[in-house]
């Protein structure tokens, strides 16, 4: 997959042809999450569970921003065991198949929700692994107007039509920093270095779905290393934050490797430390 391509022509897709996909299709899907859809953490059991017909009404109330689902005629939901970095992990999974999604010409959106137990009884999901990703998908329609989201209020997400294409991101430089947090001197001397390839990966992050668009996090460059850090937001939810994590390290791991090679992430002590202001906290490291 040309996964930069990809990532740059993504967006959330919130209203869909009223037609299922091809049977074909669900099994190059199905195919590829068993055999080649990268894991961020390998030992993390999942399972992905496939929906058709009738999955909406059955979600409703159990998923999507202010109980506003979005229809689509197939979900995606990925079942992972319990370990601390499960969210994460579905992320990253996640948004792999997200991207194999448009890669097949199929458009989807994130789901959030805050209660497994729930979503497993109404989809009658029997397995001792938790939910942990909920994606909606199908044949983008192809509308003039793009539903957006518009935060009015954490408890107040309105989705309307507007014309604005894209929810507006963080430019590279407003979430990429050099030595300490919030330094972006010398910063594209050192991006320069490695041509446009390290930036390419930066922007691929700074492109990442997210959590209400919140974007809760950015990288400092610090000692040969990249490190996630993630920002205080008082809008995201545990699970919605961390799968926004995973997300973000897809985009930039999927491209970076594309030139850098494979990437291993470390995690919790094992990552590089850094100062950082209050609230902001080291999420992982890798060296490049
Ligand atoms: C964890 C997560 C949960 C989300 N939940 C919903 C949701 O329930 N309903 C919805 O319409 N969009 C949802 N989204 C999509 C975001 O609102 C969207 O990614 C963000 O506004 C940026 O827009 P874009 O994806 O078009 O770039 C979710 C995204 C993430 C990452």
């Known amino acids: 997959m040309d996964y930069s391509a990809l990532i740059q022509n993504r967006k959330s897709v919130r209203a869909f042809a009223d037609r299922p996909i091809p049977t074909s299709v669900q099994i190059e899907l199905e195919a590829y999450y068993q055999n080649a859809c990268p894991r961020l953490v390998p030992e993390i059991q999942t399972e992905l569970c496939v929906f058709g017909d009738d999955t909406k009404q059955a979600l409703e109330g159990a998923a999507g921003y202010n109980q506003f689902l979005v229809g689509a005629p197939h979900y995606l939901v990925l079942l992972s065991g319990k370990h601390p970095l499960a969210e994460i992990n579905a ?90 947090w919030g330094n972006s001197e010398k910063l594209d001397e050192y991006i320069g270095f490695f041509d446009d390839m390290l930036w390419e990966a930066f922007y691929a992050a700074s492109l990442a779905p997210s959590y209400l668009n919140r974007q809760a996090y950015g990288f400092v460059i610090h000692e040969g290393s990249i490190i996630l850090v993630s920002r205080p937001d008082s809008y995201n939810t545990e699970i919605d934050g961390a799968l926004s994590l995973g997300i973000v390290l897809q985009h930039f791991t999927s491209v970076a490797s594309a030139w850098a090679g494979k990437l291993s992430w470390h995690f919790g002590s094992e990552a590089a430390a850094l100062p950082l202001p209050e609230g902001y906290a080291v999420v992982a490291s890798c060296v490049l």
């Open 91 to 180: 992320g990253y999974i996640m948004e792999d198949l997200v991207l194999k999604l448009l890669d097949l010409d199929l458009g989807s959106c994130w789901l959030t929700f805050t209660d497994s137990e729930q979503v497993k009884k109404a989809l009658g999901i029997a397995s001792d692994l938790d939910v942990a990703a909920i994606v909606a998908f199908g044949y983008s329609l192809k509308a003039k107007k793009r539903l957006r989201i518009n935060i009015l209020s954490m408890s107040n997400v309105d989705i309307s039509a507007k014309r604005h294409y894209f929810d507006p991101k963080r430019s590279v430089s407003d979430m990429v920093y050099l030595d300490t």
